[in-house]
């Protein structure tokens, strides 16, 4: 019986979804993803000082990022887009060609300033 060698692979596929600032947004995301069977992992991200400070007790803010599986992101985007809450972040751009894109545009403004 052969066994799977999982030394050089790679599984990992998480990308950066959205963020979530309040509870009861996170309940409607989490809602729609179990129902249609999308898995996720949601990362809480620490307050400062001054938050937990001036924060309320009763108050729904949050600040946590959600990840997702690559192979889901068209069909997450789809269920939740007209969740008002949510900040979704880029991930269909490939990052060298936005820096080629950005080098390309400082070029081009530099040849109109020389004119």
Excluded: H, P
């Excluded at 998480?14 to 992992?41: A, G, H, M, P, T």
């Excluded at 949050?62 to 887009?81: D, H, M, T, W």
């Amino acid at each position: 019986m052969s066994s799977i060698i999982t030394e050089s692979q790679n599984f990992d596929n998480e990308v950066l979804f959205c963020n979530i600032f309040s509870q009861r947004d996170k309940k409607e995301l989490e809602r729609i993803f179990l129902k249609n069977r999308i898995s996720y992992y949601i990362d809480w991200q620490k307050q400062s000082l001054w938050q937990r400070l001036f924060s309320r007790k009763g108050s729904d803010r949050i600040n946590c990022f959600v990840k997702i599986n690559r192979s889901e992101v068209e069909k997450a985007y789809g269920l939740v887009k007209n969740i008002q809450g949510l900040k979704f972040k880029d991930i269909t751009g490939d990052t060298e060609r936005r820096a080629v894109t950005k080098r390309a545009l400082m070029d081009e403004a530099e040849d109109l300033d020389e004119e």
